[in-house]
C-alpha cells in the first residue's frame, strides 16, 4: 500500500485523536529526563513505557548519517530488513508516514522525524497491529514529545560532559605548568588532547613564518617525531592562512587533505578536526588538529575543547619557551663569566693562587682581596663565585668608591616609592638583587665612613631595610671586597673601621704585581689576544720575539688590565698577520715602560752606567736568575752579558 502521510506543520495538535496522550506523554518524558545521566539511559528506559501506550510491538529510535543505525530499540518486530525507503522518505519530506507490511499479520511501520539536521537525522519509528492510520496522528504527536524531551537529554548530557571536559581541561593546564621544556610539553598536550576528545592522534603545529613552516610535534611514524610541511599546505596550511576552523568527515573526499604524510607514513586519517593556536594576545602561531574520532566524527563540544586547550597549550608554549630562553641566556652569561674568570698563568704564585680559590669557593667566608690596580681583583672574585655552589645565581659588583655618602644606602639597600625627591618607585638594592648569590665590594677602603657603619650592620644581621622602608628583609649573600689601600695603615688613622676589618678579612688574598711574575706575561698576552682576535673576527696574530722581548722587558705599572687593553688595542688596530715590535711602540715607550729613577745630578756617563746596571738586574729578576733568558731578553749573548756586568761592576753568577 502506498504510504500514508502526515507534516508536522499540519498537526493540530489538541484536536487529533491522541494529542491528549502525547501531551501527557512529553510531561512525563520531561520529567524522566532529570533522573537520566545520558541520553543512551534515557532512551532505554522510556522506549519500552511508549510501546505500552501505543499498544506496539517494536519501537526504536533510528539515526541517518552516513549510514543507518539503530541507537536503542524494545521489543521485536516482523518487518524483515528496515524499511530504509519509508525512512529516507520520512526525513526527506520532514513528515510521518506509515506503511503496510507485506507478509505479515497485519502488521504495519510507522516513521516520525523527531531530528532533522546536517549533521544527524533521526526518526522514531514503530511497528506492530495496532499501527494504523487512526494512530498516526496520535503516533507523529508523540513524537513531537520523544523530539523535546530527547533534545532536552541529549544538551544537559553534553553539557555535563562538556563541563567535566572543561574540569580536565584547567587540570591538563595545571599539569602543564609543572613541564618546563618544549618537547615534553608538546607531546604531553597531545595526549591529553587524545585523551580529552576521544580520538586517536593529535599534533601541534607551530608556526615558523619567517621560514613560511609548520613543525609538526609529535609527528608519529616519522623519523625523528618530527615533521616540517609549508604553511599553506594541506588543511592544516589553510587554518593558519585564514584563522578558521576546518572540521572533516571525510578526509580523502576533501581536496584540501594533504595525502602525502598518509603515503609516507603508512596511515589512513578518515577524519579530523583543526583548529588556529593562539597565544594569550590572540595572535596565531600555529594549529591543533585531532585526528581519527573513535567513535563518529567530530562535533561542536570537541572544538570547544580543543580550542580552550590550545590557548592552555599556547600559553604554556609561551611560558616554557620564555623559561628555556632564560635559562639558555642565564647559561650562555654563566660560561662566559666564567671563562671570563680563568685564573691564567704558569708562576708559583698563580698555582697557589689558584689552590686557594679552589679551597675557599665551596665555602661561605668573607674573603678580602688586596693587590695593586690592575691585578685582577673582581677575576678573582669571580672566580670565587663561579667555582662554588652559589654559580646559578647572581654574582653583582658593586664599586665602593664611586658611591656618594647620599646614593650607597640606597643603591646597596633599596628605597620605597617616595622616600625621597627622586624616589618614583620602589627600588631593590645590590644585596636583595644578589640574594642567593655574591655582592663583591670593590674599592672597600675608599667607602664613606657612614656607609661602613651601615654595611657592618647588614653583616652583622643579614638583613637589610630598604630607605624609606620599615620592614626588614633577610638576605643571603656572599661578601667579597676588594681594595689597593692598605687597610691596617687605614684602621690605624681611622679611615676605616675596626670591626668592619675584622669582619671582611676573615680571609685574605694577596695578588701579587704583574712585574713580580714576568713567567706570566705571555701566557696573558696570548690569552687575551686570542681572544680578541676572535672578537675581530680575525685569524690569531702570532707574536714575534722581537714583540715578546719587549712585551717581558717593559715595567707593567697598570699590571694584567694594562696588558690587556694593549692586546685589545693591538687586535683590533694592527693591519698585519703578526705583532710586531713597532705594533706596541705607541704603548710600550721606553719612558713609560720604565721605572727607573735616576737623579739628574749625575754625569752623562755615571747616569748610563747607572741605568744599564739597574736595567739588567730587572731583566735578571724577569727571568728569575736564568741568564740565558736574560741575555735573550736583552739582545744579548750570553757571554756579552757577563762581559758588560763585569765592566759595570756588578756580580756574576758562577
Known amino acids: ?103 505479515t499479520d497485519g502488521w504495519s511501520v510507522a516513521a516520525v522525524p523527531i531530528v532533522v539536521g546536517a549533521g544527524r537525522q533521526t526518526l522514531l519509528a514503530l511497528a506492530g497491529r495496532r499501527v494504523d492510520a487512526g494512530a498516526l496522528a496520535g503516533i507523529t504527536a508523540a513524537g513531537r514529545a520523544v523530539a523535546h524531551a530527547l533534545a532536552l537529554s541529549e544538551r ?132 591543533f588538529e585531532g585526528i581519527n574520532k573513535n567513535a563518529g566524527t567530530f562535533n561542536d563540544d570537541d572544538e570547544d575543547i580543543l580550542t580552550q586547550l590550545g590557548i592552555q597549550a599556547a600559553i604554556a608554549l609561551r611560558n616554557t619557551r620564555e623559561r628555556e630562553l632564560l635559562i639558555r641566556t642565564h647559561r650562555q652569561l654563566t660560561e662566559k663569566l666564567a671563562s671570563g674568570s680563568k685564573i691564567i698563568g704558569v708562576s708559583p704564585s698563580i698555582d697557589a693562587l689558584r689552590a686557594s680559590i679552589d679551597r ?106 630598604r630607605v624609606g622602608g620599615t620592614t626588614t628583609i633577610p638576605v643571603n649573600v656572599r661578601i667579597l671586597a676588594a681594595t689597593n ?32 711574575r714576568p713567567e706570566d706575561i705571555m701566557p696573558l698576552a696570548e690569552f687575551f689576544l686570542n681572544g680578541f682576535c676572535k672578537d675581530a673576527r680575525r685569524p690569531v696574530l702570532a707574536i714575534s720575539e722581537e714583540a715578546r722581548r719587549r712585551l717581558n722587558t717593559h715595567g707593567w705599572p697598570g699590571n694584567v688590565r694594562e696588558l690587556r687593553n694593549l692586546m685589545e688595542r693591538v687586535a683590533f688596530l694592527n693591519s698585519g698577520e703578526s705583532v710586531e715590535p713597532e705594533d706596541l711602540a705607541f704603548i710600550l715607550s721606553p719612558r713609560a715602560g720604565s721605572d727607573i729613577d735616576i737623579g739628574v745630578d749625575l754625569a752623562l756617563t755615571q747616569a748610563t752606567s747607572q741605568f744599564q746596571e739597574e736595567y739588567i738586574q730587572r731583566a735578571v729578576q724577569r727571568a728569575a736568575g736564568n741568564m740565558s733568558e736574560a741575555a735573550r731578553m736583552l739582545g744579548l749573548h750570553r757571554s756579552n752579558l757577563y762581559r758588560k756586568m763585569k765592566q759595570l761592576g756588578m756580580d756574576v753568577p758562577d
Open 360 to 465: 675557599l669557593a665551596e665555602a661561605t667566608l668573607p674573603v678580602l682581596i688586596l693587590g695593586e690596580s690592575g691585578t685582577g681583583k673582581e677575576v678573582v672574585a669571580q672566580a670565587l663565585h663561579f667555582r662554588g655552589p652559589r654559580a646559578d645565581h647572581p654574582f653583582v659588583a658593586v664599586n665602593c668608591a664611586a658611591l656618594t655618602e647620599s646614593l650607597l644606602e640606597s643603591e646597596l639597600f633599596g628605597h620605597e616609592k617616595g622616600a625621597f625627591t627622586d624616589a618614583r618607585d620602589q627600588h631593590k638594592g645590590k644585596f636583595e638583587l644578589a640574594d642567593g648569590g655574591t655582592v663583591f665590594l670593590d674599592e672597600i677602603g675608599d667607602m664613606t665612613p657612614g656607609g661602613q657603619a651601615k654595611l657592618l650592620r647588614v653583616l652583622e644581621d643579614r638583613v637589610i631595610t
Open 1 to 103: 500500500m502506498a504510504a500514508k502521510w502526515m507534516t508536522w506543520s499540519s498537526l493540530p495538535w489538541l484536536q487529533t485523536d491522541g494529542a491528549g496522550l502525547a501531551i501527557q506523554l512529553c510531561d512525563r518524558l520531561l520529567k524522566a529526563v532529570a533522573s537520566t545521566p545520558t541520553s543512551a539511559e534515557f532512551l532505554a528506559h522510556q522506549l519500552p513505557d511508549i510501546a505500552a501506550e501505543f499498544s506496539v510491538q517494536w519501537i526504536a529510535v533510528v539515526d541517518r548519517t552516513s549510514e543507518w543505525t539503530v541507537r536503542a530499540e524494545f521489543g521485536r518486530h516482523q518487518v524483515g530488513e528496515l524499511p530504509l525507503r519509508l525512512f529516507n522518505e520520512a526525513l526527506d519530506r520532514e513528515a510521518a508516514g506509515l506503511e503496510k507490511v507485506e507478509g
Open 156 to 287: 544537559l548530557e553534553r553539557h555535563s560532559k562538556l563541563s567535566d571536559r572543561l574540569r580536565e581541561t584547567l587540570r591538563v593546564s595545571s599539569r602543564l605548568s609543572e613541564i618546563y621544556e618544549t618537547v615534553p610539553l608538546l607531546e604531553t598536550i597531545c595526549e591529553e588532547a587524545c585523551r580529552l576528545l576521544e580520538c586517536d592522534r593529535a599534533s601541534i603545529f607551530v608556526w615558523d613564518k619567517p621560514n613560511r613552516k609548520l613543525l609538526a610535534c609529535p609527528a608519529l611514524g616519522v623519523e625523528g617525531g618530527t615533521l616540517y610541511i609549508p604553511d599553506d599546505a594541506g588543511i592544516v596550511g589553510s587554518v593558519v592562512q585564514n584563522g578558521t576552523t576546518i572540521q572533516v568527515d571525510d578526509a580523502y573526499a576533501d581536496d584540501r587533505f594533504n595525502q602525502a604524510v598518509d603515503k609516507d607514513t603508512g596511515y589512513r586519517t578518515r577524519n579530523l578536526l583543526c583548529v588556529p593556536l593562539l597565544d594569550g594576545d590572540q595572535s596565531l602561531i600555529g594549529a
Open 485 to 516: 689601600v692598605n687597610l691596617v695603615e687605614a684602621v690605624r688613622e681611622r679611615r676605616f673601621r675596626e670591626d668592619l676589618y675584622y669582619r671582611l678579612c676573615v680571609v685574605t688574598i694577596d695578588l701579587p704585581a704583574l712585574r713580580d
